[in-house]
């Protein structure tokens, strides 16, 4: 079945610094990305949505220059978390899209922890 | 905008108990509905889907789900759990013929004990 990996699982990063999180979908070609955030012991928020080749499209109050996204091929969107602060610790997941109707491929998420 | 409401945040069960999780959407046209699992330290997994036809939807591990369109509803059911059904539960919908996002309940806690 369709494969999405997610790198890094893990990552501690500075105050101030900042963290590249890679979504690669291993046997497909997803035309669609998306990215979302989950706090402990809630649902996953939406984040944005990237088309290959085309700005992500963000959700109300996420700051866009804050989490730079780039879809720059149809297997691969990196999400940067640029000047990390403590408050942006939390577990990012991103899904991949192939052709429609294909369903939806989650990769196995980023718990980001900015000290 | 589509919104889902699952009413059930944390359910604890013995094991062979039978289940049944609510889930309620509210949009104003057809939608896609899923139900995804996260074991604990895991990714999502898929557990069902329903695009269209019969409304009971059978999926992995023994679970179902009947999308009743009148109710808005997509309950999530499984006649027997066990321990290792021990995980977070999320329904999730979309509009029907697109690749669009999917909005998530805030999803259900199952804890099963022995």
């Known amino acids: 079945g369709a494969v999405v990996s997610q790198h890094p699982s893990r990552v501690i990063c500075k105050s101030g610094t900042s963290v590249k999180i890679e979504c690669r979908s291993l046997?497909?070609?997803?035309?669609?990305m998306f990215w979302y955030r989950q706090f402990p012991k809630q649902s996953l928020m939406l984040m944005a949505t990237?088309?290959?080749?085309?700005?992500?499209?963000?959700e109300q109050g996420v700051e866009k220059d804050k989490f730079l996204i780039n879809h720059a091929s149809l297997t691969l969107s990196t999400l940067t978390v640029t000047s990390a602060h403590p408050e942006d610790s939390s577990f990012y997941i991103c899904?991949?899209?192939?052709?429609?109707?294909?369903?939806?491929?989650f990769g196995s998420g980023t718990r980001l922890t900015v000290v | 905008a589509q919104s889902v409401s699952q009413h059930n945040h944390h359910v604890i069960l013995s094991e062979a108990a039978s289940l049944e999780l609510g889930c309620n959407y509210s949009y104003g046209g057809t939608v896609n509905l899923f139900w995804y699992v996260q074991y604990p330290g895991q990714h999502l997994q898929l557990l069902l889907k329903y695009f269209s036809g019969d409304p009971l939807v059978k999926g992995i591990k023994g679970f179902e789900a009947e999308f009743i369109k009148s109710k808005f509803s997509f309950n999530l059911r499984k006649p027997s759990v066990q321990w290792s059904d021990t995980a977070e539960y999320f329904c999730a919908v979309n509009p029907t013929g697109t690749a669009s996002k999917l909005t998530f309940g805030t999803g259900t806690r199952l804890q099963v004990t022995l």
């Open positions: 899904s991949a899209v192939g052709q429609v109707g294909s369903g939806y491929t």
């Open positions: 046997d497909f070609q997803a035309t669609t």
């Open positions: 990237s088309n290959e080749g085309s700005k992500a499209t963000y």
